[in-house]
């Protein structure tokens, strides 16, 4: 019964069965391209091949995705695209433990991806939230709820972003982003770890800061800490680095981007060219 | 793209642009009937509602709920049916925080459902898992993939269920089931909590055991002091109650369902005539 129509399973679209949908019993990744070039492709088909391995989805090949990707980007002519595709276990009748003969599938999306400048230059607010996720953070998975339900709320504070924070008090990172500080100078940013993901934005935001001679501190830190800290940014594929300017109704710094920020932006646009 | 097809979105079944499918965000039900009754509507339907609103998909009545979980079953005609149901939060390119104007999903599934007298009769083994969990298991959310992850240990090492610990070595409950274990007599299972399902079953095995007279106490305990219990059971919609004989390798009693399970299972019988 598919809203209020009734029909045999055999007529369903296999969507309508899909294991992602049933369970999020599936993996994805977002990209996006700069000016027709694609950004950090095999970063993330590295990421998006650990994340099939952890949960042990098999019979998908990195080799087969990779012209997926490309030639969809090529046919769409996009030249800023953002580019979503995940892989699910499979399509059948509920079954949680899922039949042999399950054939993972495959979706992806493409869509053009406007620079928010008006972020970048005026920098956004945010708002925390309990971190709710499960144990393995570190899976890009379809499990996103506790995210979705961290930014409804973010958005009706009139906020742009939640950041997570765990039990102890420690902020993990943005519902959708890397979260960092900075703090006399240098960048401080949680350790990577199961309740962290590998952002690959994180990453160049890290090689970015090495680049222009600041320290890394790879470093747990308290909402307290983010709200004294000289500047805040998150880093996320779809944005890369947005200066954050206020902290669950504080204002960071002078409420304007910091010249840290700036200049880690400035630096991240070169490895984008 | 669906797998190797390409098409604009206005061509993509909305199943393929579900919130359910992409983050999860949805909520569901299970239920079962016995000799053409639906068992236990009422309790499922207001569970259902709580897990609406903890996520806050609006929009969605129960009152339209139960006729058409009625109605699909009457016109089903399967005298013991397990009947799934979820909703939505709706369908729209992929985006965090939604839109205004979604309109919720309902998916429902009816098919039969054989007793499973062989589990019921000589028991069923088990092994344990990190309960890797979110924060919020007493929402019965889409976010089902480290449930899925344990179910798919456990059935490797030739078990039929999983049952989850925490970080401090307490068993929370099932990946798909209530769990509990009969010491001296007396039902323990873990108490309702954030972290737990509010199981219908195991609400109906704790009244059963008040009817025979047994004790219960609702407090947390290791897989140590389950591995020494005098009987272990499942509690589980699909197949109500079910005697755990082997937990980690480890022989329960005489590794024979014991007496008060059986007492319980025959107890919850009645309810269900």
Chains 1, 2 share one sequence.
Request: glycine share 10%; net charge positive; proline share 4%.
């Amino acid at each position: 019964m598919v809203d209020d129509k009734i029909m045999p399973f055999e007529q369903l679209d296999k969507a309508y069965l899909d294991r992602g949908l049933y369970f999020g019993d599936g993996v994805y990744e977002v990209l996006r391209s700069y000016d027709g070039r694609i950004f950090a492709l095999e970063e993330h088909l590295r990421r998006f091949a650990n994340s099939l391995a952890a949960i042990e989805i098999t019979g998908v090949d990195i080799a087969d995705i990779r012209p997926r990707v490309t030639g969809i980007f090529e046919k769409a002519g996009i030249a800023n695209a953002k580019i979503y595709f995940h892989v699910t276990r499979g399509s059948e009748p509920r079954y949680h433990k899922g039949g042999k003969d399950l054939k993972p599938n495959f979706l992806l999306t493409i869509c053009g991806l406007p620079d928010d400048t008006k972020a970048k230059t005026n920098g956004i607010i945010v708002s925390t939230y309990p971190d709710l996720r499960w144990k393995r953070c570190d899976i890009k998975s379809l499990n996103l709820l506790p995210n979705i339900m961290a930014v409804r709320d973010a958005a009706k504070k009139g906020c742009d972003e939640a950041i997570l924070v765990d039990d102890k008090g420690f902020i993990t990172e943005g519902s959708g982003s890397a979260f960092f500080a900075v703090r006399s100078g240098e960048l401080c940013v949680s350790p990577l770890a199961a309740n962290i993901l590998p952002s690959i934005t994180r990453g160049f935001v890290l090689r970015a800061a090495g680049d222009i001679g600041m320290k890394v501190v790879e470093k747990q830190f308290t909402t307290q800490q983010a709200i004294a800290a000289d500047e805040l940014l998150i880093g996320v594929t779809t944005r890369d680095v947005v200066p954050v300017v206020k902290f669950d109704g504080h204002i960071i710094g002078d409420g304007k981007p910091g010249k840290y920020t700036n200049a880690l932006a400035c630096e991240f646009r070169k490895f984008t060219k």
